[in-house]
């Protein structure tokens, strides 16, 4: 079953306690959690301390999308702030592997994700190693931007490389994911769609997230090649 993973970065924060508990009523499988420092990518939004309040308000997998430097520095803070999955961006890190590693030590799911121009090719060393790569259908940064169509390719690329070599990781998608984007992935071979403004800038929350649910679960399996 694809995963559906509200992101939470265009939330009302003056009322994320209620907004979250929405989602997580409306069948949210994941908490999309997106983490930037100004460095990495322009804008910042928050750290380990929201992580942890979010923890205490669901018990819902935390997606945690780190668009920061020195990712390597704060992986154990995500961690013991109640981060179930941590995804790096592979032009953030010098020593993925160790880094992936270390993700792993701390008996959490590792997953790599990529900026547009990356091309996905650069992962095949470490795709048996990790839980996840996250496709960046944007540019990291910011909610509500349009999603690039081209992306489609990359996921279609994992999607095959997955089948050859007998692997199972999730193929995540994130940036500009709507009721007429998410159909379009899901039969690349998306597993897991992030959607943030499609969602929290609805103003009925359960409508829209059952909305792309139903997209998505309307499309056969004939449709494309999943086993
Ligand atoms: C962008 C973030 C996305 C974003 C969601 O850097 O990674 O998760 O908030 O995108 P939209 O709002 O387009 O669903
Ligand atoms: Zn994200």
Not at 100 to 111: P, Q, V
């Amino acid at each position: 079953m694809v995963k559906i993973a509200p992101s939470i970065l265009n939330a009302d924060f003056s009322q994320l306690s209620a907004q979250v508990g929405q989602v997580v009523e409306a069948g949210a499988d994941w908490i999309h959690l997106d983490i930037m420092d100004g460095h990495f990518v322009p804008n910042i939004t928050f750290g380990p301390f929201i992580v942890e309040g979010i923890r205490k308000i669901t018990d819902r997998p935390l997606d945690a999308h780190l668009m920061i430097e020195n990712a390597d520095f704060y992986i154990e803070d995500f961690k013991n702030a109640g981060a179930d999955i941590i995804t790096v961006h592979y032009e953030a890190c010098t020593h993925l592997w160790r880094t992936i590693e270390k993700i792993h030590s701390l008996g959490i799911k590792a997953g790599v994700t990529l900026n547009p121009a990356t091309p996905v090719a650069l992962l095949e060393p470490v795709l048996p190693l990790i839980d996840m790569v996250l496709v960046m259908t944007v540019e990291p940064g910011y909610g509500g931007q349009k999603f690039i169509p081209t992306m489609t390719q990359k996921i279609e690329y994992l999607h095959r490389y997955k089948l050859a070599h007998g692997l199972s990781f999730d193929i995540e998608v994130d940036g500009g994911i709507d009721i007429s984007t998410a159909p379009v992935v899901v039969k690349a071979g998306a597993t897991v769609l992030v959607v943030g403004t499609f969602i929290f800038r609805n103003e009925n929350i359960t409508n829209a997230l059952n909305t792309i649910r139903s997209a998505v679960n309307a499309i056969k399996k004939t449709n494309f090649n999943f086993k």
